[in-house]
């Protein structure tokens, strides 16, 4: 095993209970060893987004891992050793992706471990910190439009929350895709999003997009509640309907079905292949990343209250290389 000298502990931001942001803390801890074909990265900067508070509050990831656990799953770094049978990566190589994801990945930390398949190159003209942005939410955007969706062009497609996180890379994968892209978005992010490709916005504050937008072929909607049903009247037999929320009681499989059209709920994986179109659209200059602000890792609980506001636009980061 490529194996250079590194530290033997590490800082990880970790929580022992549910509860507010004022859980996370910092801790020092081992720093863990690359397995077989996995890779041990050195985290200069980690993506934080809704699923991370969403654990926060309750205690738990999907996976039944309870605390204490370290959040995070976007990174963005350099390959510090390789395990057995790597042969993808080499130390030194500069990479970022969406370890693991929804298992524990601990990317609130200096260090994380991954199959190597779960990283691509870092996209050249990035910064770690813009980079560190990208994985989930550009990967659930691609696998959503793309995979999900098979989105080609001349297709129009509803983006709910067009400014966000997930929201504001879709419009422009969207475009790259050759889509007409309707947004929904308050008025203030407008300019914005039309600079990033969106050519029709509604302000969700004064319209209700349900009596004003039709004939689209797919809604990709990350509000979930009333929104799903109300998604479906814009849509045109065929079209569909992709929630990157777990569905419930009122998520519309049979009034979708009655209407002639498709309702899935999308969970994102880690995707080696989605990961490197993603680079190739940011390297051909047709993906940029908003970051809304960027916190060091011992910051994270402040990170955490920035983003439960629902008010930030693109995405928030933490710093953890100096």
Do not use: C
Request: zero cysteines; hydrophobic letters at 45%.
């Amino acid at each position: 095993m490529d194996q250079p000298t590194t530290p033997t502990t590490m800082r990880a931001v970790s929580q022992d209970t549910a509860g507010a942001p004022d859980v996370l803390k910092v801790v020092e801890v081992e720093r863990p060893e690359p397995g077989r074909g996995e890779v041990l990265v050195r985290v200069h900067a980690a993506g934080v987004n809704p699923a991370d508070w969403k654990t926060r509050r309750r205690g738990e990831f999907g996976a039944g891992v309870r605390p204490p656990f370290t959040l995070g799953f976007d990174v963005s770094g350099v390959v510090e050793a390789v395990g057995a049978g790597v042969t993808l990566f080499r130390a030194g190589d500069e990479v970022f992706g969406m370890p693991r994801f929804p298992h524990p990945a601990g990317a609130y930390a200096d260090y994380v471990t991954a199959p190597a398949r779960h990283f691509a190159p870092r996209p050249g003209g990035l910064t770690h910190i813009q980079a560190g942005a990208l994985p989930l939410a550009a990967l659930t955007a691609w696998q959503a439009l793309v995979d999900t969706a098979d989105l080609r062009p001349g297709r129009r497609v509803l983006i709910h929350a067009a400014a966000g996180g997930v929201g504001h890379l879709a419009v422009q994968i969207a475009k790259a895709r050759g889509a007409y892209v309707i947004g929904t978005a308050g008025a203030a992010k407008h300019e914005l999003l039309r600079s990033l490709g969106a050519d029709e916005l509604i302000d969700h504050r004064t319209q209700d997009f349900a009596d004003t937008v039709r004939d689209v072929d797919v809604v990709l909607d990350s509000l979930g509640g009333p929104n799903w049903a109300r998604s479906l009247r814009t849509l045109r037999p065929g079209g569909t309907l992709i929630s990157l929320l777990p569905p419930d009681d009122t998520f519309p499989v049979e009034e979708a079905e009655a209407a002639g059209v498709r309702a899935v709920f999308m969970l994102v994986e880690p995707d080696h292949a989605g990961l490197r179109e993603i680079a190739s659209l940011v390297e051909g200059g047709r993906l940029r990343v908003i970051v809304d602000a960027v916190f060091p890792l011992e910051e994270a609980a402040r990170a955490h209250t920035l983003g439960e506001t629902g008010r930030t636009t693109g995405k928030i980061v933490l710093s953890v290389a100096p």
